[in-house]
T-cell receptor, first 115, second 109 residues
Framework: GAGVSQSPSNKVTEKGKDVELRCDPI?????LYWYRQSLGQGLEFLIY????????KSGLPSDRFSAERTGGSVSTLTIQRTQQEDSAVYLC?????????????FGPGTRLLVL | QKEVEQNSGPLSVPEGAIASLNCTYS??????FFWYRQYSGKSPELIMF????GDKEDGRFTAQLNKASQYVSLLIRDSQPSDSATYLC?????????FGAGTRLTVKP
């Protein structure tokens, strides 16, 4: 595709339910990142994938959060037993490589609201 | 101490003035530095990056890096109302990419 796509664009769920957020990176991009942005806040790093290497999960806030990347392309971020504090915009970004100087292209985000 | 710190603003400048946005970082081993612009309700988009000490110019934008002071800035010359947005500083280091909370800039006509 032309850019990074994410789905759903908006998600409203009840506290305690599980949610899955999807990211489809730009074709050929080997690095994929997940960030969380709460209202009026900066981006909080969650996890990144680089090729076939083990993902860097150091930013995941709790064990309720997990992510996988299938076939080096599409990624799914799963939040189990959602809490109200999980409400935020979840942004996915991809880049050609993870050398730090590669431009990260962001998707439109998934706006999650936990009631 | 936050890894990347920015003044939250808001920073207000008149149209045509120079807007100066500042960022400090804590990881002395940081290697690359980025400025992103984020319009309200939109995703961040890269303005420019810098990884060597000194200045880097791109049109109306100039990024300045001082690794000794662990300081990076963004100057916007001839500010336009369309520059009104939140500007995010991002730093790449051993712990990966880390973003500041952003500075909200308003350019008044």
């Amino acid at each position: 595709g032309a850019g990074v796509s994410q789905s759903p664009s908006n998600k409203v769920t009840e506290k305690g339910k599980d949610v899955e957020l999807r990211c489809d990176p730009i074709s050929g991009h080997t690095a994929l990142y997940w960030y969380r942005q709460s209202l009026g806040q900066g981006l909080e790093f969650l996890i990144y994938f680089q090729g076939n290497s083990a993902p860097d999960k150091s930013g995941l806030p709790s064990d309720r959060f997990s992510a996988e990347r299938t076939g080096g392309s599409v990624s799914t971020l799963t939040i189990q037993r959602t809490q109200q504090e999980d409400s935020a915009v979840y942004l996915c970004a991809s880049s050609l490589e993870n050398r730090g100087v590669e431009t990260q292209y962001f998707g439109p985000g998934t706006r999650l609201l936990v009631l | 101490q936050k890894e990347v710190e920015q003044n939250s603003g808001p920073l207000s400048v008149p149209e045509g003035a120079i807007a100066s946005l500042n960022c400090t970082y804590s990881d002395r081993g940081s290697q690359s530095f980025f400025w992103y612009r984020q319009y309200s309700g939109k995703s961040p988009e890269l303005i420019m990056f810098i990884y060597s000490n000194g200045d880097k110019e791109d049109g109306r934008f100039t990024a300045q890096l001082n690794k000794a002071s662990q300081y990076v800035s963004l100057l916007i010359r001839d500010s336009q109302p369309s520059d009104s947005a939140t500007y995010l500083c991002a730093v790449w280091g051993w712990s990966g990419m880390r973003f500041g909370a952003g500075t909200r800039l308003t350019v008044k006509p």
